[in-house]
Nanobody, 128 residues
Framework: QVQLVESGGGLVQPGGSLRLSCAAS????????IGWFRQAPGKEREGVSC????????YYADSVKGRFTISRDNAENTVYLQMNSLIPEDSAVYFC?????????????????????WGQGTQVTVSS
């Protein structure tokens, strides 16, 4: 049973930083891709970043390149999303998701929100 728990969200001023954590249990991280997605009110869920833990490849949406960094700690079975230079448009509920097998290698690079296992989400609000 895959379980994903996000944490680290909150209220931050424009230009500030946050680090989100996705703690995974019930899986061996090496075989999975972990993606970060976000959904703002009235908008569709969109892909932010993904790391394929089988080879370490990382992918980013154009809107966050250069500002966000995804990383992993296999010993802690946790994936992080470091978010710098935050802007109000980054405000959303952020979800992490896990996928393995054939779909992992397609969904992760394309940041498609069709992963099979999801966390409950954490709210990020960027406002002065």
């Amino acid at each position: 049973q895959v379980q994903l728990v996000e944490s680290g969200g909150g209220l931050v001023q424009p230009g500030g930083s946050l680090r989100l954590s996705c703690a995974a249990s019930g899986i061996i991280l090496d075989y999975y891709a972990i993606g970060w997605f976000r959904q703002a009110p009235g908008k569709e869920r969109e892909g932010v970043s993904c790391i394929n833990n089988s080879d370490g490849s990382a992918y980013y949406a154009d809107s966050v390149k250069g500002r966000f960094t995804i990383s992993r700690d296999n010993a802690e079975n946790t994936v992080y999303l470091q978010m710098n230079s935050l802007i109000p448009e980054d405000s959303a509920v952020y979800f992490c998701a896990a996928e393995t097998g054939y779909y992992r290698d397609y969904l992760c690079p394309n940041l498609r929100p069709a992963f099979s296992s999801w966390g409950q989400g954490t709210q990020v609000t960027v406002s002065s």
